[in-house]
Every structure is written in C-alpha cells, then in structure tokens.
C-alpha cells in the first residue's frame, strides 16, 4: 500500500532551538496535513496543505508543501516544552475521503 | 462543549467476544471515520461515513462493522475479537475533510484482547 516516511523518527532539542522535520511519499498527492498528538490524546489539526509549494504557517509553525507534491516540511521554532509529542503528516488519497498517515515523529524538549 | 466523545476509554475483551466501540459527535459533521493506532506505525483508517446511511471501507476493514443511521453517531463492531485487533482506537469527525480547524479526534479507545 501507500506509504508516508517521516523522519526522524525523534528528536530530542533544547529549548528555544528550532526543529525541522519531514515527510515523503513515492507518490503525488494533492492535500498534505500535519497533526500533533499529546500522550493519551488524539490527534489535532495544526497545518492544512492544498497547492503544490504552499507555505503556510500556525504560530510558531510553518509547513510547506512540496513543490513535486511528493513531500512535505514543518518547522517549529524557538521550541518550548509544551511542543512535546508526536507529530504525524497525513495525506488525503485524490478523488476520496480516505487519509493516510506517517509513522509519526516524537519530538521530546529538554528544558 | 463536547466535540467527539468515545465511549469506554479502555476495555479488556477475551478472545472471540463481540463488543461496540462509541462514537458521538455533537458539532454536526457529515464526515466521520474510524483509525486505529499501532506502535511505530501511525494510524490506520478502518471504515469511515460521509453521511448517514453511507459508509465505506477504509485501509484496514477486516473484523470490524460499522452503521451510520444518524449524524450524530458512528459505532465501530468487533464481531468476534482476537488478539490482533489489540490497539488504541481512535474516532474523528470533520465537516469539511482536511480544512484547518474542521478535523476533531475524539480521546480514544484503549482496547486490549486477551
């Protein structure tokens, strides 16, 4: 099936540093997300991606959107300790409503 | 003030048995959808709505049934539990599918099979 490989696979930072991370596919896709997950939480939508180059940013995030839609970035600067957790890039399969999701990278901020 | 709720947060079921995984929503959604979640391999869709009465099969389906007879509700069936199905259990609802701020995951469901 369908992949997304996201790397890393985690991190550690110190606080106040920037962080970037990415995510890759073998295949073209037209809408890229990025979720954040708390430890015992679902998911929360933090960057939503809709044309090939889009940079958008959340406050102290900013994703882009690949220019060969085959990938996506998000950084986080200057981190502080609440960014802890797993951020997930997902992607919606063209024509449908089903999504894929990356294996995830767990961001952990040494204070 | 509610968003989506799942209902129980865990649950221990023997091998074999049936059970059914609670999800309401009270915002309105037209789109639901069911995933679960495995160490080190993200999410996976199990079956997802996009309106009362229609839904459809997601990345991983086997094992599982789902309705959808009113908007507000979307219940996940295990129709006869087995260790594999071990797993965090996540229910989301969204009006407009990948539209920032639309998309609400509910706290999900810890499901353990012995």
Redesign the interface.
Known sequence: ?QQ?NQSPQSMFIQEGEDVSMNCTSSSIFN?W?WYKQDP??????L??L?KAGELTS?GRLTAQFGTTRKDSFLNISASIPSDVGIY?C?V?LSGT????????TRLKVLA | NAG?TQTPKFQVLKTGQSMTLQCAQDMNHE?M?W?RQDP??????IH?S?GAGIT?Q??VPNGYNVSRSTTEDFPLRLLSAAPSQTSVY?C?SSSN????????????TRLTVV
């Not at chain 1, 409503?97 to 995830?104: A, D, L, N, P, S």
């Not at chain 2, 080190?40 to 869709?45: F, V």
Request: glycine share 22%; proline share 4%.
């Open positions: 099936g997304l809408t997300l015992g939480e679902g998911p929360v939508l960057i939503a809709y959340n997930f997902a919606r409503y089903k999504y894929i999701f990356g294996t995830g | 989506v789109y959808s995933y080190g391999m993200g999410l996976r869709l997802y996009v459809d997601g990345e996540f989301a599918p990948g539209t920032r701020g639309d998309t609400f995951f509910g706290q999900g």
